[in-house]
């Protein structure tokens, strides 16, 4: 079971969703499970459509249902959360960084550090 990223946006290509799958991922493995101790963290990746028991997030230009929203989720019909990235709604990019920086949540500013590696930058593109 995991979150399935699936590209219908014209900002962004498949290798560059697949990219930022990629760094979420890792993210949540190495990062976000050794914090809170989660044992069996959720896996993140690219697809054109999510399987049974996965939870489809969809990149796309603009999301009619909360216009000039970054994100928007819902409960689909079969009770499995899902959600919408705006990609063209916002004046940032997510861009794949590996050389980014964040301070772990065990050791904030020790030799510990590890990488994030999609954030949030400011751009005047879409992607």
């Known amino acids: 079971m995991g979150i399935v990223l699936i590209n219908q946006s014209s900002a962004v290509t498949a290798t560059e969703v697949a990219d930022i799958a990629q ?55 079969n009770g499995v959360p899902a959600g919408k990235i705006g990609v063209k709604t916002t004046p940032y990019s997510l861009r794949y960084e590996p050389t980014c920086r964040v301070p772990s949540p065990v050791q904030p500013d020790g030799p510990n550090r590890k990488n994030f590696c999609a954030r949030l930058a400011p751009s005047t593109s879409p992607i």
């Open 23 to 77: 760094a979420c991922h890792s993210q949540l493995q190495n990062e976000v499970a050794l914090a809170w101790g989660i044992k069996e963290p959720l896996t993140v990746t690219a697809a054109a459509s999510a399987g049974p028991g996965s939870y489809p997030f969809f990149l796309v230009d603009s999301i009619p249902e909360a216009p000039g929203a970054l994100a928007y989720h819902w409960v689909q019909n």
